[in-house]
Protein backbone atom coordinates (compact mmCIF):
# COMPACT_ATOMS: atom_id res chain seq x y z
CA UNK A 1 0.00 0.00 0.00
CA UNK A 2 1.63 3.54 -0.72
CA UNK A 3 2.42 5.87 2.05
CA UNK A 4 3.03 8.88 2.50
CA UNK A 5 6.73 10.25 3.66
CA UNK A 6 5.37 10.23 7.68
CA UNK A 7 4.10 7.06 7.17
CA UNK A 8 0.35 7.73 6.62
CA UNK A 9 -1.89 7.13 3.82
CA UNK A 10 -1.86 9.34 0.76
CA UNK A 11 -5.23 11.65 0.41
CA UNK A 12 -7.30 10.13 -2.67
CA UNK A 13 -8.20 13.85 -3.65
CA UNK A 14 -4.60 14.32 -3.73
CA UNK A 15 -3.96 11.84 -6.21
CA UNK A 16 -7.12 13.10 -8.33
CA UNK A 17 -5.62 16.31 -8.25
CA UNK A 18 -1.52 14.70 -9.22
CA UNK A 19 -3.51 13.06 -11.91
CA UNK A 20 -5.42 15.70 -13.82
CA UNK A 21 -2.14 17.99 -13.46
CA UNK A 22 -0.55 15.44 -15.25
CA UNK A 23 -2.96 14.67 -18.01
CA UNK A 24 -3.37 18.37 -18.45
CA UNK A 25 0.56 18.85 -19.14
CA UNK A 26 -0.23 15.80 -21.51
CA UNK A 27 -2.46 17.25 -23.78
CA UNK A 28 -0.50 20.48 -23.80
CA UNK A 29 1.93 18.63 -25.04
CA UNK A 30 0.29 16.64 -27.62
CA UNK A 31 -1.53 20.12 -28.66
CA UNK A 32 2.11 21.72 -29.37
CA UNK A 33 3.11 18.99 -31.52
CA UNK A 34 0.01 19.00 -33.67
CA UNK A 35 0.60 23.00 -33.49
CA UNK A 36 3.81 22.24 -34.77
CA UNK A 37 2.87 20.11 -37.68
CA UNK A 38 0.31 22.10 -38.99
CA UNK A 39 2.72 25.02 -39.08
CA UNK A 40 5.05 22.68 -40.95
CA UNK A 41 2.06 21.67 -43.45
CA UNK A 42 1.25 25.38 -44.11
CA UNK A 43 4.88 25.95 -45.08
CA UNK A 44 4.64 22.70 -47.70
CA UNK A 45 1.38 23.92 -49.04
CA UNK A 46 2.62 27.36 -49.00
CA UNK A 47 5.43 26.72 -51.01
CA UNK A 48 3.34 24.20 -53.37
CA UNK A 49 0.95 27.22 -54.20
CA UNK A 50 2.13 27.84 -57.60
CA UNK A 51 1.86 24.30 -58.61
CA UNK A 52 -1.26 22.83 -56.70
CA UNK A 53 -4.66 24.42 -57.00
CA UNK A 54 -5.96 25.17 -53.48
CA UNK A 55 -2.59 25.25 -51.46
CA UNK A 56 -3.04 28.68 -50.36
CA UNK A 57 -6.05 27.61 -48.54
CA UNK A 58 -4.80 24.52 -47.37
CA UNK A 59 -2.25 26.74 -45.73
CA UNK A 60 -4.68 29.39 -44.65
CA UNK A 61 -6.68 26.72 -42.74
CA UNK A 62 -3.51 24.82 -41.43
CA UNK A 63 -2.33 28.04 -40.31
CA UNK A 64 -5.33 28.35 -38.25
CA UNK A 65 -5.44 25.02 -36.54
CA UNK A 66 -1.90 25.86 -35.37
CA UNK A 67 -3.08 28.97 -33.73
CA UNK A 68 -5.95 27.46 -31.73
CA UNK A 69 -3.73 24.51 -30.83
CA UNK A 70 -1.64 27.02 -29.43
CA UNK A 71 -4.36 28.52 -27.31
CA UNK A 72 -5.44 24.92 -26.42
CA UNK A 73 -1.58 24.01 -25.01
CA UNK A 74 -1.68 27.03 -22.79
CA UNK A 75 -5.03 26.45 -21.68
CA UNK A 76 -4.43 23.09 -20.66
CA UNK A 77 -1.25 24.29 -19.14
CA UNK A 78 -3.72 26.54 -17.24
CA UNK A 79 -5.82 23.47 -15.86
CA UNK A 80 -8.32 25.02 -18.34
CA UNK A 81 -10.67 23.57 -21.13
CA UNK A 82 -9.95 25.58 -24.19
CA UNK A 83 -12.94 27.57 -25.01
CA UNK A 84 -15.92 27.39 -27.59
CA UNK A 85 -14.17 29.00 -30.47
CA UNK A 86 -10.50 27.42 -29.95
CA UNK A 87 -12.49 24.03 -29.75
CA UNK A 88 -14.46 24.98 -32.68
CA UNK A 89 -12.26 25.77 -34.99
CA UNK A 90 -9.96 22.71 -34.11
CA UNK A 91 -13.03 20.72 -35.07
CA UNK A 92 -13.09 22.55 -38.60
CA UNK A 93 -10.01 21.78 -39.35
CA UNK A 94 -10.81 18.08 -39.55
CA UNK A 95 -10.73 17.20 -43.61
CA UNK A 96 -14.39 16.17 -44.85
CA UNK A 97 -15.59 13.79 -46.53
CA UNK A 98 -14.38 14.70 -50.21
CA UNK A 99 -10.86 15.21 -48.78
Known sequence: MEQNADGSAP????????LIAETSQALAKTADAIAATAEKS??????MADHLAGANEHAARDRRLAEAE?????????GEVPP????????????????
Not at 84 to 99: A, K, L, M
Open 84 to 99: DDVRQVIRESRPGPSE
Open 11 to 18: DRQDNKFD
Open 42 to 47: ADVHEG
Open 70 to 78: RAAAAAFRS
